[in-house]
């Protein structure tokens, strides 16, 4: 079995800034990408921010240059730092990786985490 726990979540005033993070836990082989997804009310969930096993990145063109993605491949999480935040970044933001899991060889699944929502006030 393999989980994905988001926390940091929680309610701030626009221009401050939040700190989200996701730990995977299970029989893990290894970790490909990983990634934050977001989705507020009546919208699409959308990709917020990707990165690599390597550590290469990929970013929505809303949050560039406010939000920056890292991971940490030794404790299989990943992080996603948000500054300046804005109304428009309230959702509920979803951890996901692509994990390549034990005594499954060649096999490779996507995972979602439950969700951890963010506010942010004007």
């Known amino acids: 079995q393999v989980q994905l726990v988001e926390s940091g979540g929680g309610l701030v005033q626009a221009g401050e800034s939040l700190r989200l993070s996701c730990a995977a836990s299970?029989?893990?082989?290894?970790?490909?990408?990983m990634g934050w997804y977001r989705q507020a009310p009546g919208k699409q969930r959308e990709l917020v921010a990707s990165i690599s096993s390597g550590g290469s990145t990929n970013y929505a063109g809303s949050v560039k240059g406010r939000f920056t993605i890292s991971r940490d491949n030794a404790k299989n999480t990943v992080d996603l730092q948000m500054n300046s935040l804005k109304p428009e970044d309230t959702a509920v933001y979803y951890c996901?990786?692509?994990?390549?899991?034990?005594?499954?060889?060649?096999?490779?699944?996507?995972?979602w985490g439950q969700g951890t929502q963010v506010t942010v006030s004007s």
């Open positions: 299970g029989s893990i082989l290894s970790i490909n990408a």
């Open positions: 996901n990786a692509d994990i390549s899991r034990q005594f499954m060889s060649g096999r490779h699944m996507i995972y």
